[in-house]
């Protein structure tokens, strides 16, 4: 029932824009770090940006830097993924991770994944 589920992925033109949610269910997620990631068919899965607790501390990798906002709505248990200038080495299926997540009854952390949410940029 614990789950992270993507949306917001669809077909784009180079230089265009989405916005990719990734919505909580089960537990908050509200006090965990959460992330995007991205896989290429053949490729391995890449980090793309990650956002502490009340968006303290946000990381992205080099090659969003400048085009891709990772923000989150505590309320809503959602993280969002805005993309900008969308290139088509983008395409990629997206997935939000939530790592570390400490579960009670195996007394250790777990990493959550959602499913994700493809992603393709046209040239």
């Known amino acids: 029932q614990v789950q992270l589920v993507e949306s917001g992925g669809g077909l784009v033109q180079a230089g265009g824009s989405l916005r990719l949610s990734c919505a909580a269910s089960?537990?908050?997620?509200?006090?965990?770090?959460m992330g995007w990631y991205r896989q290429a068919p053949g490729k391995e899965r890449e980090f793309v940006a990650s956002?502490?607790?009340?968006?303290?501390?946000?990381d992205n990798a080099d090659s969003v830097k400048g085009r891709f906002t990772i923000s989150r709505d505590d309320a809503k248990d959602t993280v969002y993924l805005q993309m900008n200038s969308l290139k088509p080495e983008g395409s990629a299926v997206y997935s939000c991770?939530?790592?570390?997540?400490?579960?009670?009854?195996?007394?250790?952390?777990?990493?959550?994944w959602g499913k994700g949410t493809q992603v393709t940029v046209s040239s």
């Open positions: 089960g537990r908050t997620f509200s006090h965990y770090t």
């Open positions: 991770n939530a790592p570390d997540v400490f579960v009670a009854e195996l007394a250790s952390p777990v990493n959550y």
């Open positions: 956002i502490t607790w009340s968006g303290g501390m946000i």
